[in-house]
């Protein structure tokens, strides 16, 4: 069950933003044909596909999930820099990893939780990064990609990277009081 978790967390936050943003990068390849019907480049793209493309597609997704992971903290750092998130309340003296360790050994509940808002985090703000390259690629690359859709993609890409805030802010809270009610409990002393 361990190793279901794990892979889940690493479908969400690394697989899926990279599959978007690779897919994105073959759409790219040939610029003409999106002019089109999109659908049917798309399903053109699919049917080219063997096994050995496909196990090449979701290895370099992943790989592409990480590396989009690094300028998706940085924007996420970046809006929480404009944007404060609530600070909290208890235990200021205890650094963040004391915390997760006090929740991660005496609140197993607690602590699936937290790391549920933190593998929702990773992936907003990375399909932030992605919808923002996407929208801005498109409209520079493709002569029939509309405005519009550029400041569509704009728009859901500060949507994503809102969201991804919440869902840290929510992480770093529950974590503070998780932590605090093991405290008060007299679970641990310190």
């Avoid at 798309?42 to 999930?65: E, K, P, R, S």
Wanted: proline share 4%; with cysteine; net charge positive.
């Amino acid at each position: 069950m361990e190793n279901l978790k794990y892979s889940l967390f690493d479908l969400f936050s690394f697989a899926i933003p990279g599959s978007i943003f690779l897919l994105s990068l073959i759409l790219l390849d040939s610029p003409d044909k999106l002019c089109g019907t999109w659908s049917a480049a798309v399903l053109q793209l699919f049917t080219a596909v063997n096994v050995y493309a496909a196990v090449a597609f979701i290895v370099v997704a992943y790989f592409l999930g990480f590396v989009l992971a690094v300028p998706a903290a940085l924007l996420l750092r970046f809006k929480e820099w404009l944007f404060r998130l609530p600070k909290p309340k208890h235990l200021p003296d205890k650094s963040r990893s004391e915390k997760y360790v006090l929740v991660r050994e005496h609140s197993k509940e607690n602590f699936k939780y937290i790391e549920q808002w933190n593998v929702l985090t990773k992936l907003m703000s990375a399909l932030a990064v992605v919808t923002l390259f996407i929208s801005i690629t498109f409209y520079v690359c493709i002569p029939c990609f509309p405005v519009i859709n550029m400041c569509i993609g704009i728009g859901l890409s500060i949507a994503f990277l809102f969201r991804a805030s919440e869902y840290h802010s929510w992480a770093v809270i529950d974590l503070d009081n998780a932590a605090y009610a093991l405290q008060t409990a007299g679970v641990v002393t310190k």
